[in-house]
């Protein structure tokens, strides 16, 4: 049997379904993506953000009344969904071109708890779309590293989860606080880089004829996540 074009695309398929499923290949993989690949993606689906947003609201809500232990659940699942559906999913659709494959790999690669497993993926992304270090981002308020308050809060989650660990007031708010800095200190960023901001409920969309200052900031920022 000849070697024909459908055979070629199977095999580039394979290929690129290979980049994300093990890690050697991650940073190769993010080099080959172009800023219209990923901003295509969002075009096509503004809500991917809208499920953090939700989280974020409903751990507000549950901190409100004290339920200060599932808020943390919530806030730190809102964190996990930023990182990785709203920035890493992109990249895995960009990779598998079948809709369906692609769903089913999304499901299967980032559908594990954390996200210390796609760090460098995601420093790379970051790196050459925003030309930033996204392991030495911090709050205003703190000197810690911001991914390294995530990973604190992920373990306070799972014990939370796992060994019925409660939580004072103080870890939600803190859980907020940090689930709001990752909005807007990283995706946000990103997406305007992509020349793309964010409006009520998380929706994606272009800047089209948004009265904004320019790509390097927004009249948008995280505090509206709070609200």
């Given at each position: 049997m000849s070697?024909?074009?459908?055979?070629?695309?199977?095999?580039?398929?394979?290929?690129?379904?290979?980049?994300?499923?093990?890690?050697?290949?991650k940073a190769q993989a993010i080099g080959e993506f172009t800023e219209e690949r990923l901003?295509?993606?969002?075009?096509?689906?503004?809500?991917?953000?809208?499920?953090?947003?939700d989280a974020i609201q409903e751990g507000k809500r549950l901190a409100q009344t004290q339920h200060?232990?599932?808020?943390?659940v919530f806030l730190v699942t809102a964190i996990e969904i930023?990182?990785?559906?709203?920035?890493?999913?992109?990249?895995?659709h960009g990779l598998v071109h079948s809709e369906g494959l692609a769903n089913i790999i999304v499901e299967h690669a980032l559908g594990q708890p954390g996200f210390d497993r796609y760090s460098k993926l995601l420093a790379q992304l970051f790196s050459e779309l925003?030309?930033?270090?996204?392991?030495?981002?911090?709050?205003?308020e703190t000197n810690e590293k911001l991914l390294v308050e995530c990973k604190a809060l992920q373990r306070l989650r799972n014990q939370i989860i796992h060994q019925g660990a409660t939580c004072e007031s103080?870890?939600?708010?803190?859980?907020?606080?940090?689930a709001v800095a990752v909005y807007d200190l990283i995706v946000r960023p990103m997406l305007f880089k992509l020349g793309l901001c964010v409006i009520e409920h998380g929706v994606i969309q272009p800047f089209g004829g948004l009265n904004l200052p320019g790509r390097?900031?927004?009249t948008l920022s995280g505090s509206y996540l709070e609200t």
């Open positions: 070697y024909d074009p459908s055979d070629a695309a199977r095999d580039e398929m394979y290929d690129q379904i290979g980049y994300e499923l093990y890690p050697e290949h901003r295509s993606f969002y075009i096509a689906n503004p809500a991917v953000m809208r499920p953090a947003v200060n232990s599932a808020a943390v930023l990182l990785k559906a709203t920035l890493l999913k992109p990249v895995v925003a030309g930033m270090d996204i392991q030495a981002i911090k709050r205003a103080a870890h939600a708010s803190h859980a907020l606080s940090v390097g900031g927004s």
